[in-house]
């Protein structure tokens, strides 16, 4: 399985009741890969897996891969379930690099499993080196890479001899222009909910080298990410989604809190 181009982490929309809105869900999965993303993302982050109940995660997968099913598109899951799962590096009790290492070698999985490293939610710092070791992996089809910007260990992974059916896909939206420079495959772009064709199109043009496309839709993009993340993910995206009558509520869960710079948001 080879994963690149735009894949769209899902929000999950909730009704006026409070629950799932699983046809809006639907309609929003089939408008993205319409708009030429490549996959979707179920249960990551952005779709507030940890307030869902085992059962409203269960219809969320369920419409996710029926949706991708008809459009021929990969779903990675962040639990059971697609053909990848989206496997977190261990939170919180810090393993060390041998140790995260380690838990990837004997984690047990029938799809493939796609890496989520993001150190400023986990606290666990991964080098180029341990990086690359993860890659080597049989049972790793990729990455989603989110440290938080471009630094030295970003360089030289990138720059490092990864094999070649490995993924490295863009996790922080306002970077991925960089990242998609130094020679990532695509990205998990929260972002992705709007604008969906632009970022699909930028990500096309870094990877077929017509670098003024790609630099052009960078500028553009960069400032709906950042604003989009202006607060706690995915409380922004699900407010602009909502003035554009794509999902019934701005609804969240806590611990997450409504949006309240929405008016600051294009919503056309």
């Known amino acids: 399985m080879k994963l690149t181009g735009v894949l769209v982490p899902l929000i999950t929309p909730f009704d006026a009741e409070g629950g799932v809105a699983v046809e809006a869900l639907e309609r929003l999965a089939e408008r993205v890969l319409r708009d030429g993303a490549s996959g979707l993302v179920a249960l990551g982050t952005t779709g507030e897996p940890g307030s869902l109940t ?8 369920e419409v996710a891969t029926r949706v991708c099913r008809e459009h021929g598109a990969t779903l990675i899951v962040g639990g059971d379930g697609g053909d990848a799962r989206l496997s977190l590096v261990p939170p919180f009790v810090r393993p060390g690099e041998a140790g995260v290492l380690e838990y990837f070698r004997q984690l047990e999985s ?6 989520y490293h ?19 992996l049989p ?17 030289l992974f990138l720059s490092g001899d990864l094999p070649d ?59 709906l990410s950042k604003a989009l993340f ?8 699900k407010a602009v989604l909502h003035a554009r009558g794509e999902i019934p509520t701005p609804d969240v869960r806590l611990p997450l809190l409504a949006a309240k710079m929405v008016e600051q948001m294009p919503v056309s």
């Open 230 to 237: 202006a607060e706690p993910n995915p409380t922004v995206i």
């Open 54 to 61: 085992a059962a409203e995660q269960q219809v969320v997968v």
């Open 110 to 115: 029938p799809v493939p499993l796609a890496i």
């Open 139 to 155: 049972n790793v089809a990729g990455i989603k890479y989110a440290a938080g910007g471009i630094d030295d260990e970003t360089m």
């Open 165 to 223: 059916d490995f993924a490295v896909l863009g996790g922080d939206d306002p970077f991925i222009a960089p990242m998609l420079a130094l020679g990532a495959h695509g990205g998990i772009l929260a972002s992705a909910h709007l604008e969906t064709g632009k970022f699909v199109a930028m990500v096309d043009a870094w990877r077929s080298g017509d670098l003024a496309t790609g630099r052009r839709l960078g500028r553009e993009l960069v400032g």
């Open 118 to 136: 993001v150190p400023y939610r986990t606290g666990q710092a991964l080098s180029a080196r341990t990086l690359q070791q993860i890659a080597e």
